[in-house]
């Protein structure tokens, strides 16, 4: 299983809304990260999980809240977003140091 | 501060062979990855090089020099399906975190 895979394909949203987005890898990976994107725009990292701990958080806002239930998920916690937090969030897994495997991405749209 | 600097867009024809460069100054270097991400897609890996020199896989090869702090990937025998982003991304430090650069859409004609 070469595969990362994301839930929900897409997610609208209003401002005062709870969601989250799901991430899923079985290849063992011990590193796993949140991106956003937006359109015509490379990847930005948010976020690097290390062996299930937070190693990297990019001066993110609190209003992104991630969590790493264990090594094969991850998480994405979103609460009273904004409409510029509308993008693609792209998860993505690696051994440590390795190349990374991206999922298709969550579409968000925030109204 | 990190900088990586890719053209925008590039034209290119079917059969042909295509270079898109990308130049960086980083706060250090631990690798440069290449990756492909056709529209609405994810970014899939293409090729990674550490030292200097020339990496080939397929009808896709990469070359890094490290001390022009400029790296190309090169596409052969082009086929329309290559029209996508083309992402150049460096590892600034040891550990995970990538920068990328903005990405060179390439398009394909026949």
């Known amino acids: 299983d070469t595969e990362v895979t994301q839930t929900p394909k897409h997610l609208v949203m209003g401002m005062t809304n709870k969601k989250s987005l799901k991430c899923e890898q079985h290849m063992g990976h011990r590193a796993m990260y949140w991106y956003k994107q937006k359109a015509k725009k490379p990847p930005e990292l948010m976020f690097v999980y290390s062996y299930e701990k937070l190693s990297i958080n990019e001066s993110v806002p609190s209003r992104f809240s991630p969590e790493c239930p264990n090594s094969s998920l991850l998480n994405l916690h979103l609460h009273a977003l904004q409409p510029e937090d509308s993008a693609l969030y792209l998860c993505?897994?690696?051994?440590?140091?390795?190349?990374?495997?991206f999922g298709p991405g969550t579409r968000l749209t925030v109204l | 501060g990190q900088n990586i600097d890719q053209p925008t867009e590039m034209t290119a024809t079917e059969g042909a062979i295509v270079q898109i460069n990308c130049t960086y100054q980083t706060s250090g270097f631990n690798g440069l990855f290449w990756y492909q991400q056709h529209a609405g897609e994810a970014p899939t890996f293409l090729s990674y090089?550490?030292?200097?020199g020339l990496e080939e896989k397929g009808r896709f090869s990469s070359f890094l020099s490290r001390s022009k702090g400029y790296s190309y990937l090169l596409l052969k025998e082009l086929q329309m399906k290559d029209s996508a982003s083309y992402l150049c991304a460096v590892r600034p430090e040891y550990g995970n975190k990538l920068v990328f650069g903005a990405g060179t859409i390439l398009r394909v004609k026949s």
């Open positions: 993505a897994s690696s051994q440590v140091i390795e190349r990374q495997f």
């Open positions: 090089n550490v030292l200097d």
